[in-house]
Nanobody
């Protein structure tokens, strides 16, 4: 099993920045892709970004392209989400996850507990 623990959420004004971190532990040898999802109140959980094991393949949701950057540190088993130019629409609980990509689709298998990001206007 893989355990994922997020940190770095909080309250920020529109236009500001936050960096989320997620540390993986447990069966880390089985980790391939790491990613972030988010869920806003009353909305479905949606993919934000994911990154391959070597960091060579990265995918972003259209809504965050150019503003968010995902990265990972293999030495510390940590994945980051740098969020810039934040908007009130980015307000959500952000979940770290680990999974695999099959035929171009990302399938998360393990989830963190989530961290709240609130962007005020």
């Amino acid at each position: 099993q893989v355990q994922l623990v997020e940190s770095g959420g909080g309250l920020v004004q529109a236009g500001g920045s936050l960096r989320l971190s997620c540390v993986a532990s447990g069966s880390i040898f089985s980790i391939n892709v790491l990613g972030w999802y988010r869920q806003a109140p009353g909305k479905q959980r949606e993919l934000v970004a994911h990154i391959s094991s070597g960091g060579t393949h990265i995918t972003y949701a259209d809504s965050v392209k150019g503003r968010f950057t995902i990265s990972r540190d293999g030495a510390t088993n940590t994945v980051y989400l740098q969020m810039n130019s934040l908007k009130p629409d980015d307000t959500a609980v952000y979940y770290c996850n680990a999974g695999d990509v099959y035929s171009g689709t990302y399938y998360p298998r393990s989830w963190g507990q989530g961290t709240q990001v609130t962007v005020s206007s």
